[in-house]
């Protein structure tokens, strides 16, 4: 199976501060990688799909960046809807899909 | 967005089985690829299996093969997951993730609740 190691596994930050949270793949996978944001007892949310393209109706402070082992999602000036938990997810080897343990945004 | 429609929370004893059922409310379904993972309370994502019907694959989770299985009804545009033998840790939430290709959306989920 294709390994998503994702770091911090939590970090704290200020309102308008810029985050980054990495994801690192045990094996290249192109640019087959999708962030999600997750708040408590809710669905998981797409925000990011294939690396960098932004998904419809997500404000533009969040971005992607990387392709083939590494991956960066970054919010840029955080708001405090954006406090939640984030996931990577590799979709190269699908219907087999993996996921970054996850990044804690608290203040 | 393809909206994917799970089945409804459940109940189940140890040693029981549970199927839940998923929808997708538009597309081509045969252009679609499936997953099933679940998250257990406080967890991260566990990949349970998945299917891609274009292509007759079907792919499960080693630890799962003796217990899981998928199976697709195109006439419905369903995609079903079972688990049997069910123990208390199998409580989680289920969710089906689907979508043209990848499997980038993601359904309502369903909590299966195993307990005597």
């Known amino acids: 199976d294709i390994q998503m190691t994702q770091s911090p596994s939590s970090l704290s930050a200020s309102l308008g501060d810029r985050v980054t949270i990495t994801c690192r793949a045990s094996?290249?996978?192109?640019?087959?990688v999708n962030w999600y944001q997750q708040k408590p007892g809710k669905v998981p949310k797409l925000l990011i799909y294939t690396a960098s393209n932004l998904e419809s109706g997500v404000p533009s402070r969040f971005s992607g960046s990387g392709s083939g082992t590494d991956f960066t999602l970054t919010i840029s000036g955080l708001q405090p809807e954006d406090f939640a938990t984030y996931y990577c997810?590799?979709?190269?080897?699908?219907?087999?899909?993996?996921f970054g343990g996850g990044t804690k945004v608290e203040i | 967005q393809v909206p994917l429609v799970q089945s409804g929370a459940e109940v189940k004893k140890p040693g029981s089985s549970v199927e839940v059922s998923c929808k997708p409310s538009g597309g081509t379904f045969r252009s679609f690829a499936f997953s099933w993972v679940r998250q257990a309370p406080g967890q991260g994502f566990e990949w349970m299996g998945g299917?891609?019907?274009?292509?007759?694959?079907?792919d499960v989770a080693q630890r799962l093969q003796d217990r899981f299985t998928i199976t697709t009804d195109e006439s419905t545009r369903t995609v079903y997951m079972h688990l049997s033998s069910l123990r208390s840790e199998d409580t989680a939430v289920y969710y089906c993730?689907?979508?043209?290709?990848?499997?980038?959306?993601w359904g309502q989920g369903t909590l299966i609740t195993v307990s005597s």
């Open positions: 094996q290249t996978i192109k640019k087959y």
């Open positions: 997810q590799q979709t190269y080897s699908t219907p087999r899909v993996t």
């Open positions: 993730l689907g979508g043209v290709g990848t499997p980038d959306y």
């Open positions: 299917t891609i019907p274009s292509s007759a694959t079907t």
